[in-house]
T-cell receptor
Framework: AQRVTQPEKLLSVFKGAPVELKCNYS??????LFWYVQYSRQRLQLLLR??SRESIKGFTADLNKGETSFHLKKPFAQEEDSAMYYC????????????FGQGTELSVKP | NAGVTQTPKFRVLKTGQSMTLLCAQD?????MYWYRQDPGMGLRLIHY???????AKGEVPDGYNVSRLKKQNFLLGLESAAPSQTSVYFC????????????FGQGTRLTVV
């Protein structure tokens, strides 16, 4: 079955602390993984995709096929990072639909 | 540079009423999607389309219908609204190809009373 799991509904950290938002996936094919972010009452926007191996707003994510994980990390959290974060898996068949995890709300306290 | 636009932004319906949500994109994208967002459940795919004139069911299609008569528009219909359809609805579009970004609309907040 194709599935994305984000085990934490809420992650609360203090400013300057490291952050790791967990994402695990289940997919028999070659995965394409993304992180989307949704700031308060705004539309979702792309944060990272696994192929680019880039750092956006200080966030990085590494695809670990052995552990079927795509965790999102940032060494020093900022208050403006507070948002909902969604991990998404693109399934190659059936029109390339995106399957989302349940989301993790990140709260960065001052 | 409009991107993906959803109409309306807010709506309150009575149980049994019908309505149509409109999604319009100006990026000439082939793929379009309708999701619903509920607390603790993330985004769940309702229906999607891989091109003009085509539609397919997603994860939670019951109670909804869709049409893609024009490439730029993807309509989501509720024929007889139920309180369980109270949700925030997001439309998204994406170009074909691997690892292409999905662009989202601003959402429609629907309440069924």
């Amino acid at each position: 079955a194709q599935r994305v799991t984000q085990p934490e509904k809420l992650l609360s950290v203090f400013k300057g602390a490291p952050v790791e938002l967990k994402c695990n996936y289940s997919y028999s094919g070659s995965p394409e993984l993304f992180w989307y972010v949704q700031y308060s009452r705004q539309r979702l926007q792309l944060l990272l995709r696994h192929i680019s191996r880039e750092s956006i707003k200080g966030f990085t994510a590494d695809l670990n096929k052995g552990e079927t994980s795509f965790h999102l990390k940032k060494p020093f959290a900022q208050e403006e990072d507070s948002a909902m974060y969604y991990c998404a898996l693109r399934v190659g068949d059936q029109g390339g639909k995106l399957i989302f995890g349940q989301g993790t709300e990140l709260s960065v306290k001052p | 540079n409009a991107g993906v636009t959803q109409t309306p932004k807010f709506r309150v319906l009575k149980t049994g009423q019908s309505m149509t949500l409109l999604c319009a994109q100006d990026m000439n994208h082939e793929y379009m999607y309708w999701y619903r967002q509920d607390p603790g459940m993330g985004l769940r795919l309702i229906h999607y389309s891989v091109g003009e004139g085509t539609t397919a069911k997603g994860e939670v299609p019951d109670g909804y219908n869709v049409s893609r008569l024009k490439k730029q528009n993807f309509l989501l219909g509720l024929e007889s609204a139920a309180p369980s359809q109270t949700s925030v609805y997001f439309c998204a579009s994406r170009q074909t190809g691997t690892l292409t970004e999905a662009f989202f609309g601003q959402g429609t907040r629907l309440t069924v009373v």
